[in-house]
């Protein structure tokens, strides 16, 4: 294994249970986050990208299990098995904060509104970190204003409730990197932003991923994102890695038809305006209902016979993988 | 949050003179004269009726309704709260012999019920589903739907005369008379008087508790790797506890309420006790200061808990 990974999921089952109910959400996931990179997982909601990072986080709701699979931390101490850690236990606490953070989407609810953005940055502080109370404060100003947030020294002892949506997601991120971690995660964190603060929130994102040497993990449903910020990508649908590879690789030769579907639903830069914007026909299967074989058949306009059973996992090139019965013939065609 | 605060102050004036009149209407339609409300009753036995006159007279009860009740309220407002029927007692000794008694009850209770309630319904809300939070559940929902007096003479039957834990009743003893000495007194009254209480704080603290515990800062408050214990009481019980104030305040009438009847069932010797015997002996003057003191006590606690929350809540205290 490459010693530039930072975190290995593989084969990862991670099931829901709600009404005697169970929610394959997760169906055999496996990718890697390299070390100072970005990985996009994309796909539809309701695929599982948040049950990906939750598991990664442990913090999956009450009634769920990592059935199956490996998650395995590379940490400066060795190699931690992440899915085996009990989830509320110091282990876990340990790692959760300081070695992987998480910002999530709605910077208007994931604050705490009765306490300033100084104190919920300072008690990351005080619990990864040795820095007396002074050092927090002045940390707490710096990280502000290296997320550029104007004023610092004021704004870090107002409330959630005077800060805007940018400003608060800003603030989130300094939370997130206020412990400088190794791995940031990010769920959709500009969904709830309008599109000038989106750019900005994800141009700091890439400062910071440069100037420290951050994973990050970033989850987004828009395949724009994916093309500005990604230097790997991973395709989902329903619990599945459908397709994944470098982002020049995936998004120049797009092999699955999930994949090209998704490309075809958005605009893309250059390609002037008259171009054919295609929604993807049909709605995502009843997670509860779900089809046999590949996931995506009844949507999938390639369908045949073999496609009833679930396709195996090929590789098109030693980096790109895809999962699909007629990949070769979708390859060629790529390669074109 | 000082405007805030004098804003809030003057609303209370116009409610005050609305109830106060409402009260002296009430005193109007009962049958007796103003003079018998006025004049110690011994002083009145030796008048007679043409120095009545005069004194009617001299009163100014020849004049308009609205007129006397400015009279009789600023009279109130310099503390001339006029004299009880039973023994020509002024009513302001009336008050200051009972109201440390009914004070000292009320306080026990709120004390307890906050306490207890807000403990109680988080312990509940931490253990949703589990043996423990539904038993809880149970007590509370026998709590607030048992009428308080059947709490109190139980209470009486089991842990002061079989027990003998605790006196029957009564607040002071000749000759003890520092808080110690009446603390057993205090306990049984107390805790009855709060049952309801409790039981109502506690079911909302834990709705409110539940509510909290599923907003999204939870869980931006457990990726920041932080024990359980703090994202549940700094994080969630700190949030929740907003609402149970507000209820607290919401609640305090029925408190007030409450203390009259437990006052009678532990004969304890507050306003409570005081009002009762003055309905019964129709001792109208007394009726209606103690309704007047009453609904006072219950706009200035709902005065003390708008100031609680708002010191509670950033976006009030620091407030635009
Ligand atoms: N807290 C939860 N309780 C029950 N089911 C959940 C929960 N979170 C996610 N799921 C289910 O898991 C599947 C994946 O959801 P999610 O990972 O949130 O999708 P998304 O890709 O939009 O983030 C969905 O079928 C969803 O219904
Ligand atoms: S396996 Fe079949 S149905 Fe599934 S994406 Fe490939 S062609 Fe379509
Ligand atoms: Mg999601």
Redesign the pocket.
């Known amino acids: 294994m490459a010693n530039d990974v930072a975190l290995t999921v593989k084969a990862l089952k991670t099931y ?1 249970y ?1 009404n005697n109910r169970c ?1 394959r ?2 169906d055999g996931v496996s990718f890697e986050i390299r070390q100072g990179k970005t990985l996009c997982i994309v ?12 598991s990664i986080m442990q913090l ?2 009450t ?2 299990r990592i059935e199956e699979g490996e998650i395995t931390y590379h940490g400066p101490d060795g190699p931690v098995r992440i899915d085996q850690l009990p989830r509320d236990g110091a282990k876990m606490r340990a790692i959760r904060g300081k070695e992987i953070a998480m910002i999530f989407q709605d910077p208007m609810t994931a604050l705490n509104p009765v306490y300033s953005i100084g104190f919920q940055i300072k008690e990351m502080l005080k619990y990864h970190t040795g820095l007396g109370r002074s050092d927090r404060h002045s940390k707490a100003i710096d990280l502000l204003r290296s997320m550029g947030i104007p004023l610092p020294k004021k704004r870090v002892n107002e409330y959630p409730h005077l800060y805007s949506g940018g400003m608060r997601q800003r603030a989130m991120i300094a939370i997130g990197m206020s412990c400088n971690p190794r791995i940031l995660i990010a ?2 964190p500009t969904t709830a932003l309008d599109v000038t603060i989106q750019a900005q929130i994800f141009e700091l994102m890439d400062t910071l991923k440069r100037d420290h040497g951050t994973a990050i993990m970033l ?1 987004t ?1 828009d395949m724009g994102v994916v093309a500005e910020l990604a230097d790997d990508v991973a395709v ?1 649908y329903m ?1 599945n890695i459908v397709e994944a590879g470098p982002v020049g690789k995936v998004l120049r030769n797009p092999v699955h038809p999930y994949t090209r579907a998704l490309l075809d639903s958005i605009p893309v830069l250059g390609r002037g305006k008259d171009q054919e914007i295609k929604a993807i026909p049909g709605q995502t299967p009843d ?1 509860y209902n779900r089809p046999k074989g590949c996931q995506f058949a009844d949507r999938c306009a390639y369908r045949i016979g073999a496609c009833d059973q679930m396709p195996d996992e090929m590789q098109v090139a030693p980096d790109h993988r895809v999962t699909c019965w007629r990949y070769e013939e979708f390859a060629a065609d790529a390669a074109e | 949050m000082l405007t805030y605060f004098a804003r809030r102050l003057l609303t209370l004036i116009p409610m005050v003179i609305v109830i106060s009149f409402l009260i002296y209407l009430g005193l109007e339609l009962t049958p007796g004269d103003a003079v018998s409300h006025m004049v110690p009753p011994d002083a009145l036995s030796m008048m007679d009726e043409e120095r009545l006159q005069a004194l009617r007279e001299s009163l100014g009860l020849g004049k308009p309704f609205i007129v006397r009740y400015w009279i009789w309220i600023t009279g109130v407002m310099q503390g001339e709260f006029g004299y009880s029927l039973a023994g020509g007692v002024p009513i302001s000794k009336i008050f200051l012999d009972r109201l440390p008694a009914t004070l000292e009850l009320s306080f026990a209770a709120l004390l307890i019920s906050t306490v207890l309630g807000s403990i109680l319904g988080t312990i509940s809300a931490l253990t949703r589903g589990s043996l423990t939070d539904q038993s809880l559940t149970v007590v509370g929902m026998l709590g607030v739907s048992i009428p308080e007096f059947f709490f109190g003479l139980v209470a009486i039957l089991v842990f002061a005369l079989n027990l003998n834990w605790f006196p029957v009743g009564g607040r002071i003893l000749p000759g003890y008379d520092s808080f110690w000495d009446r603390l057993p007194h205090l306990v049984m009254p107390a805790m009855v008087l709060s049952i309801m209480m409790t039981a109502g704080v506690m079911r909302y603290a834990r709705s409110s508790m539940l509510d909290a515990l599923s907003r999204d800062f939870i869980r931006t408050a457990r990726s920041k790797g932080m024990p359980e214990w703090r994202v549940n009481i700094l994080h969630g019980f700190r949030v929740a506890l907003t609402p149970v104030i507000v209820l607290i305040g919401f609640r305090l009438p029925v408190l007030i309420g409450g203390s009259v009847i437990i006052e009678q069932v532990f004969q304890w010797p507050g306003i409570g006790k005081e009002f009762v015997s003055a309905v019964r002996s129709q001792d109208y003057p007394l009726v209606m200061m103690v309704a007047l003191f009453s609904v006072l006590a219950v706009l200035i606690a709902s005065l003390i808990v708008d100031l609680l929350t708002a010191i509670i809540d950033p976006r009030v205290r620091l407030g635009e």
């Not at chain 1, 796909?43 to 939750?54: F, I, L, Q, R, Y």
């Open positions: 829901i709600t929610n959400a997760l796909g539809e909601s309701g695929c599982g990208k948040s049950v990906t990072a939750a999956l709701p009634l769920s769920d959709e989850i449903h989902m619990g997670p």
